[in-house]
C-alpha cells in the first residue's frame, strides 16, 4: 500500500511533539520521553497482534502477560479508524492502559463501561451526525438520501444523522450501506440507487478511500447535479483535489475536525534532508515513490513493490523533498495527533510531580513514574487541562471526549468568481403562504401536494399543515395570505342608497306640510270644516314625522340611534294611525247620532277624538317604556350575515317587544279599516270613510308584506326595506287621505260650497 502523505506526516508529527516535550523544561524535567510506532497495515488481525505486543512487551503475542523489561509503557495513542480502535479498548482496557485516540469518531467508544480508558482528542460522532443533520436542515434539504461505510464509523454515525433528519419532519428517500466485504464495495448498485433518485442532496458518512470509487462510478455514469454532505473523514482530503473530481464535488458541503496550528513545525519539515533520515523501509519507500527515483544508497532493504527505474540525483533528494513537503494537506487530523501526545506528557508530569494528600487516589497517596501502574497514570489522564502553544485547551469530559468543536467547509472551484445559488433538494415543492400541505396517499410525509385553503381561513407561512381561521372582525385577503380587517356595512348617508333614501325622507316630509298649509288657508271652506279640522291639522303634523323617523334608520348605529329608532317610529306611527281611527270613529258616531233617541250624542263632542288619540297613543307608549326598560335595544357587529362583511347593526334586544310595537300599530289600522269599511256608505258629500278604508287597506298590504322580505334580507338592505316601508305606508296614508281634499280645493272649487255638501246642485 502507499504511503501517503498525511501518514507520512503524522509519523514526523509524534517525532517533533516528542522532541518538544523532551527540551522543555517544564514537563517531565529530567526525563526523556520515547515512543515506538507500529503499523497494523489496516488488517484487523494485525491489529489486535501489534496491541498484544505492546502491552506484553514481548516480540510476539502473549495474552494476559506482561514483562517491559527496559521502558515502560505509559500510554497508547491510535487507531486511527474506528473498528481497530474498538478492538483495542476492549484489549487495553483488561489492564486499564490508557488510549488515546486521534481520528476515531464512533459514538460507541464514549461508553465508559464496555471502554473505561478509551480517550480521544476528536469529537464524538453523535455530535458530529447532529450537526450534519441541521446543517442539511438548515438549507431546507427535506429529501435526502443516506450513503455510509458498512462498519462502525458509517453505520453508528448515518443512524443518528437518519433519526435528527425524521425527527425534524423531513425525509429520507434511500439508505444505502458501502460493503467493505464485497469485490466491488456494491458501488455499481449503489451508483444507480443516486441516479434514480429525485433527492439532490446525498450525505456521505464515509472515507476518502472507500468513498474514492463511489465517485469513480459517477463519472463514468455521468451522474451529475448532486449535492454531497461531507463527513469529517473525507471532507478534507487531499485525494479529491485532482482535476478529474473538482467539477463533481464542487459545492460539497460537510464538517471537518478543528484546524489548529503547530508552532514551529513547518520549520522542522523545512531542515529535514531525506539524506539524514534514519534507515527505515518506510521512510525509504515515501520517498522513491513521491520522488519517482531510487536511492542508491539503500539497497540492502527488501521492498513490497518494484523498485523506480530511475536513480535518484542531489536535486531530487534535497530540493524536490522541499518541494513536495510544501504542498501539506490540511494539518487537522496531525493536530489531533500532536495534542494527544501533550495530553499523556502532561498526565506523567502530574503524576511525577504528585505531592502526597493531593493525588487522585483514593489513599491520596502518589506512585512513582518509575515503577507506575497502567491504572495510575489513567487517574491523571482522567483529570487532565492543560493549554498547548497553539492556544487550544485539552481535557476530556466524563466519557472520555473533547470538546465538540468543528470546522464547515465548502468545496469550490476557484477560478469560478460567481456565486452559485443553494440547490433545492425536497420531494414536493414548497406550499406557499394561502396553501396547506395534504398528504399523498402511500408517500412519505416529505411528499405531499398543494391545497388552497378553504374560505375564512389562512395561512402566512409556507409548508403549513393546517388552515386557520382569521379573528372574527378579520377577513382572508385574495391570495389567502393574511387577515386584512372586514369593510364594514352600514347604510351610510355617503352611499347612494343612503342618499336616495335620505332624499326622499326629507322631500317626503314636506309634502305634509305643505297640505297643512293648504288647509289653515282654506280652513273656513265647507271641505275643510266638514272633516275635523284640528285632528286633520295633527294627522298631517304626525305624517311628516313619519316621514321623518326614516332618517334615523341611515348612518352608523350607535348606541343612542338603536335604543330611539324604532321606539320614534312606533310612537309617530300610533299618533298618526290613532288620528285616523278617532277621524273614522266620529264620521260613525256623527251620523248614528242623527237618529232620534240615539245614546251616541254624548260622544259625539269634539274631546272625544284627542281621547281617542291619547289612549290609543298611551298604549304604545306603554309598549315602548317596557321594552326600553326589559330589554332595549343596542348596536352590535354581526360577522354571519354576510361572508367576509361585518355588518353593524341593531340588535332589537327584544324580537317579541319589536313585533308587538309592529302588531300594535297593525292593530289601530285593521280596527280604523273596519270601522271605515262600515262607514264608507254613508250619505254625505264629504264622507272620508271610503278614503279612510282605502288608506288602512294600503297601511296594512305595506306592512304585511314587510314582514318577509325583512326576514330575508340581511345588513343595510334589512333597515332599507323597513325604511321603504315607512314611506310607502305613509304615503298611502297621505294620498288616500288627502288627495281627494287637496283636487276639490285647487280645481274643483266648486264643489268646496254648503249646497254641494248637503247634496243641492
Known amino acids: 500500500m502507499r504511503l501517503s502523505l498525511e501518514t507520512y506526516l503524522q509519523v514526523h508529527v509524534v517525532i517533533y511533539a516528542t522532541k518538544e516535550i523532551n527540551r522543555n523544561a517544564d514537563i517531565l524535567p529530567n526525563i526523556t520521553l520515547g515512543f515506538q510506532i507500529y503499523d497494523s497495515c489496516s488488517v484487523l488481525q494485525r491489529e489486535m497482534e501489534g496491541t498484544l505486543w505492546m502491552v506484553t512487551g514481548q516480540s510476539r503475542a502473549i495474552p494476559n502477560f506482561q514483562c517491559q523489561k527496559r521502558e515502560k509503557l505509559a500510554a497508547v495513542i491510535g487507531h486511527s479508524t474506528s473498528t481497530y480502535s474498538i478492538l483495542m479498548a476492549h484489549i487495553l482496557g483488561l489492564s486499564r492502559y490508557p488510549q488515546i485516540s486521534h481520528f476515531s469518531t464512533s459514538s460507541l467508544l464514549s461508553d465508559k463501561t464496555q471502554f473505561p480508558s478509551f480517550f480521544r482528542t476528536v469529537p464524538s460522532d453523535a455530535f458530529q451526525s447532529k450537526g450534519l443533520a441541521q446543517l442539511v436542515l438548515h438549507f431546507g434539504w427535506t429529501w435526502v438520501g443516506l450513503v455510509a461505510l458498512a462498519n462502525d464509523y458509517g453505520q453508528q454515525g448515518i443512524q443518528v444523522i437518519k433519526q435528527e433528519i425524521l425527527k425534524s419532519g423531513a425525509c429520507v428517500e434511500f439508505t444505502e450501506y458501502i460493503q467493505i466485504s464485497l ?374 348605529p350607535n348606541r343612542e340611534k338603536c335604543l330611539l329608532r324604532q321606539v320614534t317610529f312606533g310612537m309617530v306611527f300610533a299618533l298618526c294611525v290613532s288620528c285616523i281611527l278617532a277621524k273614522t270613529l266620529m264620521v260613525m258616531i256623527a251620523f248614528k247620532a242623527t237618529k232620534p233617541n240615539s245614546d251616541l250624542k254624548k260622544w259625539a263632542s269634539p274631546q272625544m277624538s284627542y281621547v281617542v288619540i291619547g289612549l290609543a297613543t298611551f298604549i304604545q307608549l306603554l309598549i315602548s317604556v317596557s321594552w326600553l326598560s326589559l330589554s332595549s335595544p343596542f348596536p352590535e357587529y354581526n360577522f354571519n350575515a354576510k361572508s367576509g362583511v361585518l355588518v353593524v347593526e341593531c340588535n332589537e334586544g327584544s324580537p317579541t317587544a319589536f313585533w308587538c310595537t309592529i302588531g300594535y300599530l297593525g292593530l289601530l289600522a285593521i280596527i280604523s279599516f273596519l270601522v271605515a269599511f262600515l262607514a264608507r256608505l254613508l250619505p254625505d258629500s264629504f264622507n272620508e270613510a271610503k278614503f279612510i278604508t282605502f288608506s288602512m287597506l294600503a297601511f296594512l298590504i305595506v306592512w304585511v308584506s314587510y314582514i318577509p322580505a325583512s326576514l330575508s334580507t340581511s345588513g343595510k338592505y334589512t333597515a332599507a326595506m323597513e325604511i321603504f316601508a315607512i314611506l310607502s305606508s305613509s304615503w298611502a296614508m297621505l294620498c288616500c287621505m288627502f288627495a281627494p281634499k287637496c283636487y276639490i280645493i285647487l280645481f274643483r272649487p266648486n264643489m268646496n260650497s254648503k249646497k254641494y255638501l248637503l247634496g243641492k246642485n
Open 183 to 556: 469485490p466491488n464495495y456494491n458501488i455499481p448498485h449503489i451508483v444507480q440507487v443516486i441516479k434514480d433518485s429525485t433527492a439532490k442532496a446525498v450525505v456521505i458518512f464515509s472515507t476518502d478511500v472507500h468513498f474514492l470509487p463511489l465517485l469513480d462510478e459517477f463519472i463514468r455514469r455521468n451522474v451529475t447535479e448532486k449535492i454531497f454532505v461531507a463527513s469529517e473523514a473525507w471532507s478534507t482530503t487531499s485525494l479529491f483535489s485532482s482535476e478529474k473530481y473538482s467539477k463533481l464535488l464542487a459545492g460539497t458541503i460537510g464538517f471537518a475536525f478543528y484546524s489548529g496550528n503547530i508552532p514551529g513545525f513547518h520549520e522542522h519539515l523545512d531542515h529535514i534532508n531525506p539524506v539524514e533520515l534514519p534507515e527505515r523501509a518506510w521512510n525509504w519507500m515515501f520517498w522513491e515513490e513521491s520522488a519517482g527515483c531510487s536511492f542508491l544508497n539503500f539497497e540492502n532493504f527488501t521492498f513490497p513493490r518494484e523498485r523506480p527505474s530511475r536513480n535518484c540525483t542531489e536535486k531530487d533528494k534535497v530540493e524536490y523533498f522541499q518541494t513536495y513537503l510544501k504542498q501539506l494537506p490540511s494539518m487537522r487530523i496531525t493536530y489531533n495527533l500532536y495534542s494527544a501526545i501533550f495530553a499523556i506528557a502532561k498526565a506523567l508530569h502530574d503524576l511525577n510531580t504528585c505531592r502526597p494528600g493531593d493525588s487522585h487516589f483514593t489513599n491520596r497517596s502518589c506512585s512513582d513514574i518509575w515503577d507506575l501502574k497502567p491504572w495510575q497514570i489513567l487517574q491523571y489522564v482522567k483529570k487532565v487541562r492543560m493549554k498547548l502553544s497553539s492556544g487550544r485547551d485539552i481535557f476530556f469530559d466524563d466519557n472520555g471526549d473533547p470538546p465538540p468543536v468543528y470546522d464547515i467547509v465548502n468545496w469550490q472551484l476557484i477560478p469560478e468568481d460567481t456565486m452559485k445559488q443553494i440547490p433545492v433538494s425536497v420531494c414536493s415543492e414548497s406550499c406557499l403562504p394561502g396553501f396547506r400541505k395534504a398528504a399523498i396517499t402511500g408517500k412519505p410525509t416529505c411528499c405531499f401536494q398543494c391545497v388552497p385553503c378553504p374560505l375564512g381561513e389562512i395561512t402566512n407561512t409556507t409548508d403549513t399543515n393546517e388552515c386557520f381561521r382569521c379573528p372574527w372582525d378579520q377577513w382572508p385577503s385574495q391570495q389567502r395570505d393574511k387577515c386584512v380587517p372586514k369593510p364594514i356595512e352600514y347604510l351610510s348617508y355617503e352611499e347612494n342608497l343612503g342618499v336616495i333614501l335620505m332624499s326622499t325622507s326629507i322631500t317626503s316630509s314636506l309634502i305634509p306640510l305643505g297640505v297643512l298649509g293648504l288647509l289653515i288657508h282654506y280652513k273656513t271652506t265647507p271641505i275643510v270644516r266638514a272633516n275635523n279640522y284640528a285632528v286633520s291639522c295633527l294627522l298631517l303634523l304626525s305624517m311628516s314625522l313619519c316621514f321623518l323617523s326614516s332618517l334615523a334608520f341611515i348612518g352608523y
